[in-house]
């Protein structure tokens, strides 16, 4: 039994279909992880349709998540409100779990605080997408950036998986995350709300920034099968409708594999065909990640329909129970 000190966090807001995203990450979890405690911080209406439908029995923690904290920035930069266990993993509720995270939660238990990551972000983190990163790059803003702030390295953060163990350094890198967000001006940083889909300002290169300045480790986002966390990609991942048995494609080269980004399905392929071509250049692994990340706006269609499909499914279970089978009287008693 795995101690009640360690535990998953997940948080809810907005139209209802984002809870029903948490109870089908959480089932999926389950499958592999059915003794830590999860708890998970929502308004009101999202506990009142859980209740509804007999589902907030899911969570071992079930509390408020006020108004202030309602969007990426107001959670995630202050992770120690809600830091409901003494070792806590938060996670976001687009994670699909495929194998059991045992070996995870083993080391993560080295830091203080960690988030899932690059040691080196490249030029696109935080920055414009299109073409704009070269004229960033051609005047140097980034390096600029960090010498503004006093700083000598940008790492690289996902936090879709965030690790928090000790409660004054948590605190401290929420408050660094925040004062740095504060001085956005002062960056090459864009904001989130100017990409295409994009609702909220990122948390993450703020967070990255904190990090930096702490010293803190970023947990490698990229280590072949120890990876904690792979962005689904469809034609990278072989999977059955429920996500039971998965495998994943995951190319060795870093370059090759930030191909995956691609929106345009044919482009894509056409660029990784043409990789494999190349002596080392295209090769590859076939493993099953701890967990699916679905991240790429073009990539969550999947999601969206799986998580539909079994709140559909977990709903009916609770108001139709399962028949339990008679046992056949005809049978004598091995007793």
Known sequence: MASPREGYVLHSYGPDRYVKHVVAS???????????PVA????EHHRALLEHRGLDAHFDVLEDLPPEHRSIVGFKHHLHRFKAFDRSLFVDADLVWCRNP???????????FTATGLQNADHFFGGPKGLGVVVDVLLGRRRRTLRRLGLTRLPRVQAGMIYAQD????REVDETAGAFLDRADETHFRSRLADEGRSEESCEWSLALAMSKLDLHVFPWLQGRNSPQLDYIDSLTDHDPEFRHVTYRLYTNRFVYS???IPNASLRETLLSAAETLPGVGEYMELTPYALHFGWLHQKHAFQQFAERTWSRLAAEQTQPRQVKAPNRGTASAE
């Not at 998970?40 to 308004?43: A, D, K």
């Not at 045992?102 to 203080?112: G, K, R, Y």
């Open 259 to 261: 191909l995956r980004g």
């Open 26 to 36: 959480v089932h999926t979890l389950r499958r592999h992880d059915p003794d830590r």
């Open 40 to 43: 998970l911080f929502c308004p």
């Open 167 to 170: 409660d004054a350094r948590t």
């Open 102 to 112: 045992d070996p995870l939660w083993q080391q993560f238990a080295a830091f203080p």
